[in-house]
């Protein structure tokens, strides 16, 4: 008979996580559905945790019983044995998920958190040169772009994290996107990356940006990538990792010592 159990967590991963550890099994031996979206961590606008409805599959626990009864008599196996089982247990490895049923793992996983918030959105689905992208549409869509995007890039994590829930190979990467939010953006950064090169060349000295994602930060570095003046790198930690443009010649710089005053070279980077 299937095991059920309800669970709650600050994010629909957590929640699976303690569901799975209850249960006893691994995270591909059983199904969930989301009764209340979570209203802090990664999306951090609903009003409760996340709570799941998790299952355990029949097939999985009929399995585990089977292990159950053939570890009441245990035989030394020989090493031609050994060889066979091994054999045995790759090819019955988890079978690949269909790229369609991920896509419907994504879809349905998008339709729960925008009933559990109460708006109208519609979305086209298209190929991508990084994936496939979930182009949303609606009125009033701000709260789920958030600053800088960090909202949008959240649901995406989550909708890649459900889709490919189980799958070892051929995941599917899930780009989600509100009326083309992130080529305007990427048009943004690439002109923010522009001045900030010219003024870092005008005072002669490093500039750091705002903290961003490894996204935003892989375009500033590609849109200087070919600029002769300057060159960029990244500095701090996760989340609050940057991106400093460094002048390829610094400015002078007077320095006073005990009274005496003396200027640095031009130093070259």
Known sequence: ?????????????EALAAAVQQLGCCENDVDYEVLEAPSKGFLGFFGKPAKLKVTRRETAVQSAEAVSVEKVAVVEPSAN?????????????????PVAEQLERA????REVFAAMNID????????????????EGENLGILIGKHGQTLDSLQYLVNLTANRGV?????????????YRARREETLMRL????AEKACRIGDEVHLEPMNRHERKIIHMAL????????YSAGEEPRRYVVIVPRRRRRRRNYDNG????EHYNED
């Open 1 to 13: 008979m299937a095991q059920v159990v309800e669970v709650t967590g600050k994010t629909v991963a």
């Open 81 to 97: 044995e050994l060889a066979e089982e091994k054999a045995v247990s790759m090819d019955s490895a988890v079978p690949a998920v």
């Open 107 to 110: 879809e349905k996983f998008l």
């Open 121 to 136: 959105v519609t979305w086209q689905q298209a190929e991508g040169e990084d994936g496939v992208i979930f182009n949303l």
């Open 168 to 180: 070892a190979e051929g995941r599917v990467r899930i780009i989600i996107d509100i009326e083309g």
């Open 193 to 196: 990356a522009g001045h900030l």
């Open 225 to 232: 990538q070919d600029n002769h003046r300057v060159s960029t």
């Open 260 to 263: 005496e005053r003396y200027q």
